[in-house]
């Protein structure tokens, strides 16, 4: 069993920014991938950001170059950096924890951009 506890959603302008942060009851290295995923009202989810054990990180085209992932591995953390936000980019945010075997989920954090 893993928990994972997301954490710094909120309300926040366009053009603002946000750090999300993800805990988790399992060591990073022994994760195969920590991944942030969101999912806006009516649409299915989809990844955001994803950083393996070893390092590799992808990103979705549509936050390119406005967020990043990042981990604290001492603490077992994985953050989510978000920049130029955009009204777009309103949705929850699930931290997500891949093991070979399954996936566990954290309960999400809401994060809304709006004037």
């Known amino acids: 069993q893993v928990q994972v506890v997301e954490s710094g959603g909120g309300l926040v302008q366009p053009g603002g920014s946000l750090r999300l942060s993800c805990a988790t009851s399992?060591?990073?290295?022994?994760?195969?991938?920590m991944g942030w995923y969101r999912q806006a009202p009516g649409k299915e989810r989809e990844l955001v950001a994803v950083?393996?054990?070893?390092?590799?990180?992808n990103y979705a085209d549509s936050v390119k170059g406005r967020f990043t992932i990042s981990r604290d591995v001492a603490k077992n953390l994985v953050f989510l950096q978000m920049n130029s936000l955009k009204p777009e980019d309103t949705a929850v945010y699930y931290c997500?924890?891949?093991?070979?075997?399954?996936?566990?989920w954290g309960q999400g954090t809401q994060v809304t951009v709006s004037s």
């Open positions: 399992r060591n990073i290295f022994s994760i195969y991938s």
């Open positions: 950083i393996t054990s070893g390092g590799s990180i």
């Open positions: 997500n924890a891949q093991l070979v075997s399954r996936a566990y």
